[in-house]
Each structure stands twice: as structure tokens, then as C-alpha cells.
């Protein structure tokens, strides 16, 4: 099955040596934690900020050709592959035939974004990636527990 995923922020998790991408389920509440190096991280950045580039990089020339070609990324796929790497695929349509090329995972991301494709992911994926970056191990605990009404409880008083 797949899900329908988008760029939700940054974050920085508690106890992780290295910033993450959030991507979300548009229709649900789960989300995909991906480590993610400093120029993959700029070049989504750049994109959500709508910074142009001093000069075109390789994902601008990938989307040039593509458009030149009368090519249309219909959409990227992200998936695990056997050895539980992630990877993804973009789908091409072109000339009236589908194409799928695999790439690296933040060139499809960046690739989806710029092209307005939606972005999709394997529910597989979620098996692996996903956790929420807003909550720490506990944390759930401490909201049900801070959502009691001591009142609940009945009156105490004090001597």
C-alpha cells in the first residue's frame, strides 16, 4: 500500500548525533524520521524557502532535462529495498510511455517538490521510519498523567 507523504520540517531529536527531514501521512498522524546530511538538507531547505541557486545543481538539471524531454514526474515512491536500505523511484511519463528510475532518496524529495509530484511512500517504510520527532520515550506517560483531575479523587485536608 501507499501513503501519501509530505515535507513537514526539520528537527534536531533528543540523543541523535545528526538532523533529520519529517516527512507526514497527509491523512494521518504518523511520520517518517530520515537522517539526512547537510547537502540534502540545503537543497530541500532551498526549496521550501523558494531560494534559487547561484548556479543550477544536478536535481535543477535532472528537472530541465526532464521538462525539455516533454517528460512528467508523475510521482516518487519511496521504498526499502531487500537489505532494508531506502531508496526511491521516480515514475516518468513521457512521449504517452511510463518510466521508473530509481534514485537516491532526498533527490526524489527535492525532485517531487520542485516538479509539484506527489510524494509517496511504501507502508513498509513506516514499519522502519516512523516515530514521532515531537515526543521522547515517557512522554506519553507524563501527558496522561498530567490530564488527571485530582479532583477525581475527593478532598483532602490538611491539619
Do not use: W
Not at 516527512?23 to 531547505?45: N, Q, W
Amino acid at each position: 500500500m501507499l501513503v501519501r507523504i509530505e515535507f513537514v520540517s526539520f528537527a534536531a531529536p533528543e540523543g541523535e548525533n545528526a538532523p533529520v527531514v519529517v516527512l507526514k501521512e497527509t491523512a494521518g498522524d504518523r511520520h517518517l524520521l530520515l537522517p539526512v546530511g547537510p547537502l540534502d538538507a540545503g537543497a530541500i531547505a532551498m526549496e521550501t524557502l523558494r531560494i534559487p541557486p547561484d548556479k543550477p545543481a544536478a536535481i535543477h538539471v535532472a528537472q530541465t532535462i526532464l521538462e525539455n524531454l516533454g517528460g512528467t514526474l508523475t510521482r516518487a515512491v519511496l521504498y526499502l529495498t531487500e537489505s532494508q536500505s531506502l531508496m526511491a523511484r521516480l515514475e516518468i511519463l513521457a512521449g504517452g510511455t511510463a518510466s521508473s528510475i530509481d534514485c537516491r532518496l532526498f533527490d526524489a524529495v527535492v525532485l517531487a517538490m520542485r516538479c509539484r509530484a506527489p510524494l509517496l511512500a511504501r507502508e513498509s517504510v513506516f514499519g522502519v521510519y516512523s516515530r514521532s520527532p515531537f515526543r521522547k520515550e515517557g512522554d506519553t506517560l507524563r501527558m496522561q498523567v498530567a490530564a488527571i483531575d485530582t479532583l477525581d479523587f475527593g478532598s483532602v485536608f490538611l491539619e
